[in-house]
């Protein structure tokens, strides 16, 4: 199955900026068929998806994200990318990145998780 590896977590000041980083490999089917999320889980919450981008480029940001994050692949590097600004203390959480094949619904491949705190 494929295999997801996140990095770049960390911690930063509000109003900074970081960008976490998901290298897959391992694929079932040929990179292209693949759509890809991030997704962030605070302690005593639910996860919730942050952003998601399609095999032909398009995107999706949850309400909270907009105008501050940005998903992005590199598709030759096979890396998805999620760069994050203006980050403040709601933004804290465990990220992880997922994919799944582009005619499903559920994201069946995560990585391990990367940190993210804001103060």
């Known amino acids: 199955q494929v295999q997801l590896v996140e990095s770049g977590g960390g911690s930063v000041q509000a109003g900074g900026s970081l960008t976490l980083s998901c290298s897959s490999s391992?694929?079932?089917?040929?990179?292209?068929?693949?759509?890809w999320g991030w997704f962030r889980q605070a302690p005593g919450k639910e996860r919730e998806e942050v952003a998601t981008?399609?095999?032909?480029?398009?995107?999706t940001y949850a309400d909270s994200v907009k105008g501050r994050f940005t998903i992005s692949k590199d598709n030759a590097k096979k890396i998805l990318y999620l760069q994050m600004n203006s980050l403040i203390p709601e933004d804290t959480a465990m990220y992880f990145c997922?994919?799944?094949?582009?005619?499903?619904?559920?994201?069946?491949?995560w990585g391990q998780g990367t940190q993210v705190t804001v103060s």
């Open positions: 981008i399609g095999s032909s480029g398009s995107t």
């Open positions: 997922a994919a799944r094949e582009r005619w499903c619904v559920r994201y069946p491949y």
């Open positions: 391992k694929y079932t089917y040929t990179y292209d068929t693949y759509y």
